[in-house]
């Protein structure tokens, strides 16, 4: 794989310009039963192979896709998952572009090859996006992103900013959150648009919170407002999930407006 990719004179720029690149063997990390017993007889015989437990190859090892027989990683500087390329998934006439894709998806924080899976569904695609617009006319969208884990009592925020100004009268936001299927829990706040949003302890100025939801699981916001206004979703990793863990999130974002007897009184 990686020898078709490199043959463009583009990837290996790209690559030399933003990463520091380095190949690890499934033989050193004993990926397989079959690598593990080979490892060991080495091991009798006074090599030294890698230390699994060292940050770097923890990294790689979390990165590992379940029977895939080779995996290109993007790890950031404090060792977290940022991409995921499968050897598999790397196929076709396409794939020198779609490699370069993957290095400028990971780069962007879009997480490619990992929102996927945490959604349990192979042909799943991120859609909407991280603005959404409500209006009369269209009240609802499903905004698909994901959050990560941060550090015990600090906040890490993914946020999806909603513009409900359309509403001129006010109404009602209602936000329907489903969590994918990877292992962090998520916790999620929506604040009012002018709101700074917190980086540690408890969103104090959050308007409606819902905390701790598990992977596959539901849970909905709801907050009535009465004016047109915007506000700002965060999604982020629960406190009690594993630092630097993610998962990825389905948000369903709808306004029900103020019925126009209410509105004229």
């Given at each position: 794989?990686?020898?078709?990719?490199?043959?463009?004179n583009r990837n290996i720029a790209f690559?030399?310009?933003?990463?520091?690149?380095?190949?690890?063997?499934?033989?050193?990390?004993?990926?397989?039963?079959?690598?593990?017993?080979?490892?060991a007889v080495r091991r009798e015989q006074g090599y030294k192979p890698l230390d699994r437990m060292h940050p770097l190859a923890q990294g790689i090892m979390k990165g590992w896709k379940k029977n895939s027989p080779s995996d290109s990683l993007i790890l950031s500087p404090d060792l977290e998952l940022m991409g995921r390329m499968p050897v598999n998934d790397l196929l076709g006439s396409s794939m020198i572009r779609d490699y370069l894709t993957f290095l400028k998806e990971s780069l962007d924080g879009k997480l490619p090859g990992l929102v996927e899976e945490?959604?349990?569904?192979?042909?799943?695609?991120?859609?909407?996006?991280?603005?959404?617009v409500l209006t009369p006319q269209k009240p609802e969208q499903e905004s698909l992103?994901?959050?990560?884990?941060?550090?015990?009592?600090?906040?890490?925020?993914?946020?999806?900013?909603?513009?409900?100004?359309?509403?001129?009268?006010?109404?009602?936001?209602?936000i329907d959150i489903s969590v994918g299927h990877a292992e962090a829990a998520g916790s999620f706040d929506l604040f009012a648009d002018d709101s700074k949003l917190p980086t540690q302890g408890a969103p104090q100025n959050a308007l409606a919170s819902a905390w701790g939801i598990s992977?596959?699981?539901?849970?909905?916001?709801?907050?009535?407002?009465?004016r047109g206004q915007s506000f700002r979703f965060g999604a982020t990793g629960d406190w009690f999930s594993e630092k630097g863990s993610i998962?990825?999130?389905l948000a369903t974002i709808s306004v029900e407006p103020v019925p126009k007897?209410?509105?004229e009184h």
């Open positions: 794989m990686r020898a078709v990719v490199l043959s463009d690559l030399n310009e933003n990463f520091i690149n380095t190949w690890v063997s499934n033989f050193e990390l004993e990926r397989t039963p079959n690598k593990k017993a080979y490892m945490a959604l349990h569904n192979p042909g799943a695609v991120p859609i909407g996006g991280l603005n959404v992103s994901i959050f990560r884990t941060p550090e015990p009592g600090y906040q890490d925020y993914t946020v999806i900013e909603i513009d409900a100004t359309a509403f001129e009268k006010g109404g009602v936001l209602t992977p596959g699981e539901t849970n909905r916001i709801i907050y009535t407002f009465d998962n990825a999130f007897e209410e509105a």
